[in-house]
């Protein structure tokens, strides 16, 4: 069974600051897929970047990037010039394949990102 | 545009008494449909998925269930609430295409008294 493991239960980072988020999954498949989701104080789940394993070239989305590691099966999200707005719970999620138990979302524990202004 | 309608956003009920949670989504058809639970403000737990009319997938053992009268529609159900059913419900699509994100509703509140 595929699992996501996000090691760092809190992160704290200065405003305008870059900051990592790690982010690591288990899996034997070769194809899938990877989200970042932000979660708000308001508990909406906001899509930040998304990754297919099958490209080599790292996701960006404006301030967020990500470090794809596909053989140390490694996903950290970077959130560069931090903003007040960024702080947040962040997931890490793992996609399986549309076919394959409905391309379910499987997601790690978070990591909660406070800004320090 | 598609949009996911979920409600209410919170609610209180006694232990023993039925619930249902109810999702809608709009402006697409024959979306992939989920419900996910969160507990404590960490993370989600994946409880049924829909890929169709009345085709629903469980992923966990528990006291609830799900259906899907229509394909837009979605449905979370209990007999009797356990205290243990309290949590944050979230529901959510997709597109049947392998790249394509869950987009979530707003969520529910549920405290079992």
């Known amino acids: 069974a595929q699992t996501v493991t996000q090691s760092q239960p809190e992160m704290s980072v200065q405003e305008a600051e870059t900051v990592t988020l790690s982010c690591t999954y288990d899996?034997?498949?070769?194809?899938?897929?990877l989200f970042w989701y932000k979660q708000p104080p308001s508990r909406q789940m906001i899509l930040v970047i998304r990754?297919?394993?099958?490209?080599?070239q790292n996701a960006t989305e404006n301030r967020f990037s990500v470090n794809f590691q596909k053989a140390a099966k490694s996903f950290s999200l970077k959130i560069s010039d931090s903003q007040l707005g960024d702080a947040a719970m962040y997931f890490c999620?793992?996609?399986?394949?549309?076919?394959?138990?409905?391309?379910?979302?499987?997601f790690g524990q978070g990591t909660e990102l406070s800004v320090k202004p | 545009s598609q949009t996911i309608h979920q409600w209410p956003a919170t609610l209180v009920q006694p232990v023993g008494s039925p619930l249902s949670l109810e999702c809608t989504v709009e402006?697409?058809?024959?979306?992939?449909l989920y419900w996910y639970r969160q507990a404590a403000g960490r993370g989600l737990q994946l409880l049924f998925y829909?890929?169709?009319?009345?085709?629903i997938s469980s992923e966990v053992p528990q006291n609830l269930s799900a259906s899907r009268p229509q394909d837009r529609q979605f449905i979370l159900s209990s007999k009797k609430l356990l205290l243990s059913d309290s949590g944050f419900y979230l529901c959510?699509?997709?597109?049947?295409?392998?790249?394509?994100?869950?987009?979530f509703g707003n969520g529910t509140r549920l405290t079992v008294t």
């Open positions: 959510a699509w997709s597109v049947r295409r392998d790249n394509s994100p869950l987009h």
């Open positions: 899996t034997s498949e070769s194809d899938y897929y």
């Open positions: 990754q297919e394993a099958y490209k080599q």
């Open positions: 999620a793992y996609r399986r394949k549309i076919y394959n138990q409905g391309g379910k979302l499987i």
């Open positions: 402006g697409t058809s024959n979306p992939n």
């Open positions: 829909s890929v169709g009319i009345g085709q």
